[in-house]
C-alpha cells in the first residue's frame, strides 16, 4: 500500500534540486547548496515558503526519500544513467542549449533522446501530481521540462501551472530546425502563464506559435485548440520578466567586514595588482571565455597591460564534463591559460589565476568586492545574474562592468561598458576603456546600475511572476474581426500543412 505523501499549494519543478549531495573526507554526504544561476535566483525567493520543491538530486538510480529543507519540502526524482545520458546531457544540454543558444557548436539530433526526454518529462509530471494540493500554483522551469506543462494538465486540470525560461528562446529560423518543434510548443502551451528573459524571447516563441504551428496570436498571447480530445480553445499568455538577484540580501553580505577584509586578503595574495580583472562563469561555450582569453592575450602581446600591475582571476564552475563539447572547451581554455602564463607572468605573479572549482557565496561576494573590472562576455545568454550580482556587490560605487550585448542583462545595464564579444579588436578597446575611465564616471555608471537591479531585484520578479500566473488563464480573446469559427478552419489547415512537414521531420530526425 503506499501511503499518500504530504501536498502544497505551491510547487516548484526544475531539472534539479537547489541542493546537491557533497562526500565529505570520511565519505559522509551532507546537502549543499548547488551552483548555478536558476538556484541562485530561487533561493531567496523560496525562503521562508511553505513549498515543495521536484527535481533531481544529481547521482543515477533510485531517488533518494524527500526530505525538509527548513521549510522546503524537497522531492527527488531518480534518473537512471542513461536517462542522464539522453535525457540531461543529450536532449537538453546537446540538442535544445545549442539550438536556444543560437548554434554556436552544431546540435545533435537522436531519436531515442528525444524518447528518453518524453519519458523523464512525464516522470516529472507524475510526481508533481502526487505533491500538488488542489488547485494548488505549480511553476515549472526552464528548458529540461517543456513537455511537463500539458503532461501534468492531462493528469491535474485543477492546477495552475506556470513555466518561465531561463535561457533564451531562439529565432524561429533555428527553432524550425528540431524536428520535435511541435510537441514542444505544444507541452509548453499547457501551461497558463509563459514567462522569458527578454521581450525577443517571448516575440520569437509567439512567432513559432504562428508560423510553424499555425495558431493565432494577439499582443503577447497566443490562442490555439489544444490537441486531443479536449475541443476548447485556451489562450496563454507569453511575457517577458528578467529575473535579478537577491539585491538586499547579496549587498548586505558584501557590505560585511568579514566579506571587505577578505577581499583586501584576497587582492594582497594575487601580488596587490593595480588593477584586477575577473571573470566569473560556468565553464560553458556560451559564455565567451575563449573571447575574453584571446582580448587579454592580445592586450598582454601589445604591451597595453602586464603583470604584476595588471592581472586576470578567472573562475570557470566545473560544468557538463561528459558532452564532448563542454571536454573540449575546458581543454582549450586550459590550454590557453597554460599559453598565457607561460608567455607572459613574471616570477610570482602570473598573468591569469585560473580556478577551476566552485565556492562558498561569501567567498564569491569578495572576489567581487575585490575585482577593479569585471568580464561578462557571453555569446548569447538569457540573463547572466553574475553581471547583476557584480554590481550588488560594489556598495562602493568602485569596478566597472564590461557587458556584452547579447545577455539578457544588457538590456537593463546599458550604462556597463559595452562590447561585441565577437569584435575582439572591440572587447580589447572596451577593456581599455573601462581600465582608463575616470572615477567619477565609474561611480556614476555603477550607481545608475545599481538603482536599476536595486529596483528590479529578484523578490519582484517573482511576485510579477506569481501574480501573472494567478491572474492567469485568460479568457480567450473574442474582440477579432475574425469569427472565432473562421480562426479555427484557418488553423486547422494551417496545421495540416505543417504536420506534414513535421511528419517528413520525424522521418529523418534520427
Ligand atoms: C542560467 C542562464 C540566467 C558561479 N560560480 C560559482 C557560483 N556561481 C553562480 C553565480 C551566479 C550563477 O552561478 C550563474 O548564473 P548565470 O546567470 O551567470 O548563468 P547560468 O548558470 O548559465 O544560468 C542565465 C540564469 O539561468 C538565471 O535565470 O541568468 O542566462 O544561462 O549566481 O554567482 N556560485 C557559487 N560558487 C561558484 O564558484 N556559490
Redesign the pocket.
Known amino acids: 500500500m503506499t501511503v499518500a505523501g504530504p501536498t502544497f499549494d505551491l510547487v516548484v519543478a526544475a531539472n534539479g534540486l537547489p541542493v546537491e549531495r557533497v562526500l565529505d573526507a570520511s565519505g559522509e554526504g551532507t546537502w549543499e547548496?548547488s551552483?548555478?544561476?536558476?538556484?541562485?535566483?530561487m533561493e531567496s525567493v523560496m525562503e521562508g515558503r511553505k513549498a515543495a520543491w521536484v527535481g533531481w538530486a544529481g547521482e543515477s538510480g533510485r531517488a533518494p526519500e524527500p526530505f525538509h529543507q527548513g521549510d522546503l519540502y524537497l522531492r527527488p526524482v531518480g534518473l537512471t544513467s542513461a536517462e542522464i545520458a539522453e535525457y540531461y546531457e543529450g536532449f537538453s544540454n546537446d540538442t535544445l542549449w545549442p539550438i536556444y543558444h543560437d548554434v554556436i557548436v552544431p546540435a545533435s539530433f537522436h531519436r531515442n533522446w528525444w524518447n528518453t526526454y518524453r519519458t523523464v518529462n512525464h516522470r516529472f509530471a507524475q510526481v508533481i501530481a502526487e505533491v500538488a494540493a488542489p488547485g494548488a500554483t505549480v511553476w515549472v522551469h526552464?528548458y529540461q521540462l517543456q513537455l511537463v506543462p500539458a503532461m501534468l494538465r492531462a493528469i491535474r486540470p485543477d492546477l495552475r501551472i506556470g513555466w518561465?525560461n531561463?535561457?533564451?528562446f531562439p529565432p524561429v529560423e533555428l527553432f524550425a530546425q528540431l524536428p520535435w518543434r511541435r510537441a514542444l510548443v505544444e507541452g509548453v502551451l499547457g501551461a497558463d502563464f509563459l514567462g522569458f528573459?527578454r521581450t525577443a524571447d517571448a516575440a520569437n516563441f509567439l512567432r513559432v506559435c504562428r508560423r510553424l504551428l499555425g495558431m493565432s496570436t494577439k499582443g503577447d498571447t497566443v490562442t490555439f485548440t489544444p490537441p486531443g480530445d479536449d475541443p476548447a480553445r485556451r489562450t496563454v499568455r507569453a511575457s517577458a520578466l528578467p529575473?535579478s538577484?537577491d539585491f538586499q540580501g547579496l549587498s548586505a553580505l558584501a557590505a560585511t567586514p568579514a566579506v571587505i577584509a577578505r577581499a583586501a586578503e584576497i587582492r594582497a595574495s594575487l601580488g596587490a595588482p593595480e588593477i584586477l580583472l575577473l571573470g566569473?562563469?560556468?565553464l560553458?561555450y556560451?559564455?565567451g571565455i575563449r573571447q575574453r582569453l584571446k582580448a587579454y592575450e592580445e592586450l598582454l602581446r601589445d604591451k597595453a597591460i602586464a603583470p604584476p600591475e595588471v592581472t586576470l582571476m578567472q573562475?570557470a564552475?566545473p560544468n557538463r564534463e561528459r558532452v564532448d563539447a563542454y571536454r573540449f572547451l575546458r581543454e582549450e581554455v586550459e590550454r590557453t591559460v597554460g599559453r598565457i602564463n607561460g608567455e607572459y607572468s613574471v616570477l610570482g605573479s602570473p598573468a591569469i589565476h585560473y580556478l577551476h572549482?566552485?565556492?562558498?557565496?561569501e567567498?564569491?561576494a569578495a572576489m567581487f568586492v575585490a575585482a577593479d573590472i569585471m568580464l561578462?562576455t557571453?555569446l548569447r545568454?538569457?540573463?547572466?545574474?553574475?553581471?547583476k550580482?557584480y554590481v550588488t556587490c560594489r556598495n562602493d560605487l568602485g569596478g566597472a562592468l564590461v557587458l556584452s550585448e547579447f545577455?539578457?542583462?544588457w538590456h537593463e545595464l546599458h550604462q556597463a561598458f559595452i562590447c561585441n564579444p565577437h569584435d575582439i579588436e572591440g572587447v580589447k578597446l572596451t577593456i581599455m576603456r573601462a581600465i582608463n575611465a575616470p572615477e567619477d564616471e565609474r561611480r556614476r555608471r555603477m550607481k545608475a546600475m545599481r538603482k536599476r537591479v536595486a529596483d528590479n531585484d529578484v523578490q519582484r520578479w517573482s511576485s510579477l511572476y506569481l501574480d501573472s500566473l494567478a491572474s492567469a488563464p485568460l479568457k480567450p480573446h473574442r474582440r477579432s474581426r475574425v469569427s472565432d469559427k473562421e480562426l479555427r478552419e484557418a488553423e486547422r489547415a494551417n496545421r495540416a500543412n505543417l504536420r506534414a512537414s513535421d511528419r517528413a521531420a520525424e522521418r529523418i530526425g534520427g
Open positions: 547548496p551552483p548555478g544561476g536558476l538556484v541562485s535566483a526552464d518561465f531561463h535561457i533564451p528573459q529575473i538577484v566569473v562563469d560556468r560553458d556560451t559564455k573562475v564552475l572549482r566552485s565556492y562558498p557565496r567567498e564569491m561578462v557571453p545568454d538569457g540573463m547572466n545574474l553574475v553581471a550580482e545577455t539578457g542583462a
